[in-house]
């Protein structure tokens, strides 16, 4: 008897354990199907399912917060899919939050996933349906990516012929590959090239301190740029200038245009003159406009200069004479003893 | 005698035999309606069934979980897949893994020893001294072999994945590095009542078969004491196809319901 009622009680442990384990799983499994504790409803009206069954997780910011409820056809090509959500994520999904559907991973299971919405809407209510967004299906992504396998096909035939053309062809590029000396040249010139750069990096350094000495207003420069009271003083010094050349340039402006007053009055009369002269009969005009008169006039100043070329002759003559020439030495110590 | 005769008398044996496990079955439906109940041998069998079985199917659960992650694992990394491991596991162990591996053990350890156990108490004329006495054999021992067999088997069913999957986790601890929370919410994320209902209802389906015809051969054993090696032998045998046909018939009932 003691046998059996201890028998019993074994019995009695091990359906006890079998039953919790059961329920444990049924608890577990359906707290994933969200079938206990608070929920509420969201819906979103698609095209196409993509293969979402009943069941399927709902991620919302990359959280499983659902379970897919239910897919009932609206009509012959649009599809409401009913989702039932956890209610602690209520007050983040707001009215603007879009729906999409995508795969857990590569080759997953068939996921909704919701996107949030802007924080400056109201929360969605219970049964709010929500906007979906089509992501592109897999077969277009596979078309796309066989129109990119022929791309990547043909560019690497084109690679295959530029890398033959290279170990075998003629022009810079084979030649840079195969010739030794041109190899040591382009070394030679990216030596040098480094030089420069070092050059050029120093360069730079020496103009960015020098920069720096004038930022910090050392130098002429920095101390042209940073003085604050020069701008007052060039002031200063402008206005002074302008003074000073209006004072010292008045007396010479107003001689100038009294110059200018007698240049006009000159002129003036030298037009008088010359119309005087045009329409006068004096011996000017008669020079002027009579040609034979003044043909005349040049015979008499040459001959006149004939004489006097002559007259000075004589008198160099007359100096000379025995009658004459102590007057004339004696004019000349006279003129030393004056000079 | 000509083949097609002989091919015929096979099919006529079968169906008699087809027949004659229908009427057993029709009257097991018939005596557990009718009060009283035998509880007390219920109780007894339902010890012998459950309790003294659960050790073994605790084993043989603990190893084909562990055995069967190592052998897919492998793969499952050549795919880059191993993320998915405790979901396959887990879906695997408890639809189909589970429930058939536990009723095959069931079928070999309890079909044969009730075989044996009714097929001696036969040959031995226990079971005409039971008649006589004003006992109805069939309602002590036949109606709570099968009831035991058909309750228990589901318990040990949930016991034999719950072990399974704690095999199958060692491996991903040792292996994998996951942790015994993330392994479990794998494993409750992946698993839907569409898995455990209907492994939970079939498993309802093997015990009552390997119940049955255990209890059908044994119960009907003939020719001494060599009738109770053939009906402790037929029981298994039988009874273990006869789980693979309600497996495929499971299956098949599930998958259209589960596209519903």
């Known amino acids: ?339 | 005698m000509p083949t097609s005769l002989n091919s015929i008398n096979n099919w006529k044996a079968f169906f008699d035999e087809t027949g004659r496990i229908s009427l057993f079955a029709a009257r097991f439906f018939r005596e557990v309606v009718k009060p009283p109940l035998e509880w007390r041998e219920l109780l007894r069998q339902c010890y012998v069934v459950g309790y003294q079985s659960l050790l073994l199917v605790a084993v043989t659960g603990f190893i084909i979980g562990l055995v069967f992650d190592l052998q897919v694992r492998p793969t499952m990394i050549d795919f880059g897949a191993v993320g998915y491991m405790p979901a396959m596991i887990s879906i695997s162990i408890v639809r189909e893994i589970g429930p058939i591996i536990t009723a095959l053990i069931c079928a070999g350890k309890i079909g044969s020893s009730i075989g044996a156990e009714l097929g001696s108490m036969k040959v031995t004329e226990q079971i005409d001294a039971m008649e006589v006495s004003g006992t109805n054999p069939f309602k002590f021992l036949v109606v709570t072999r099968i009831l035991a067999v058909t309750l228990m088997l589901p318990l040990l069913v949930i016991m034999a994945d719950t072990v399974a999957l704690f095999g199958a986790f060692l491996v991903e601890n040792l292996k994998g590095d996951v942790t015994f929370r993330l392994y479990f919410n794998k494993v409750f994320n992946n698993i839907v009542f569409g898995d455990l209902i209907p492994s939970t209802l079939k498993s309802f389906f093997f015990g009552f078969a390997i119940g049955l015809i255990g209890c059908y051969k044994g119960y009907n054993a003939e020719k001494g004491t060599a009738g109770v090696g053939a009906a402790a032998n037929v029981a298994v045998v039988i009874s273990s196809l006869l789980l693979f046909v309600l497996d495929l018939i499971a299956v098949l009932v599930t998958d259209i319901f589960y596209d519903l």
């Open chain 1, 1 to 339: 008897m003691a046998k059996e009622i201890r028998n019993t009680v074994r019995l009695g442990i091990f359906v006890i354990v079998g039953v919790v384990l059961f329920t444990i799983a049924v608890y577990f499994v359906g707290s994933e199907q969200n079938l206990f504790g608070s929920k509420f409803r969201l819906s979103t009206v698609v095209s196409n399912a993509n293969g979402l069954r009943i069941g399927n997780n709902v991620r919302y910011a990359g959280i499983v917060v659902g379970s897919v409820d239910d897919i009932v056809f609206v009509n012959d090509s649009t599809l409401r899919i009913e989702m039932i959500l956890e209610e602690r994520v209520r007050d983040f999904i707001r009215k603007d939050a879009v729906a999409s559907i995508g795969t857990d991973g590569l080759v997953g299971n068939v996921i909704v996933n919701i996107s949030p919405g802007t924080g400056n809407q109201p929360r969605a209510k219970d049964g709010e349906i929500i906007a979906y967004y089509s992501r592109p299906d897999p077969n277009s992504m596979l078309e796309t990516l066989d129109t990119t396998n022929d791309n990547v096909a043909v560019l690497s035939k084109k690679l295959l012929e530029i890398s033959m053309n290279l170990n075998e062809g003629q022009g810079t590029l084979p030649l840079l590959l195969r010739n030794a000396e041109v190899a040591v040249d382009v070394a030679q010139t990216l030596k040098n090239l480094r030089q420069a750069t070092e050059s050029l990096t120093r360069t730079s350094m020496e103009l960015q301190r020098a920069m720096g000495q004038i930022s910090e207003g050392k130098g002429t420069l920095g101390y042209l740029l940073h003085d604050e009271t020069l701008p007052h003083q060039l002031e200063n010094l402008t206005t002074r200038l302008d003074s000073l050349l209006i004072e010292e340039t008045r007396p010479v402006m107003e001689n100038l245009q009294k110059s200018s007053r007698d240049l006009a009055a000159s002129s003036a009369q030298l037009m008088a003159a010359t119309q005087a002269l045009e329409a006068g009969d004096g011996l000017a005009a008669t020079i002027l406009k009579d040609t034979a008169a003044a043909n005349n006039l040049r015979d008499i100043l040459r001959n006149l200069n004939e004489g006097t070329a002559r007259f000075s002759e004589d008198m160099e003559a007359l100096k000379h004479n025995f009658l004459f020439r102590r007057y004339f030495k004696k004019l000349e110590k006279e003129q030393k003893k004056k000079g």
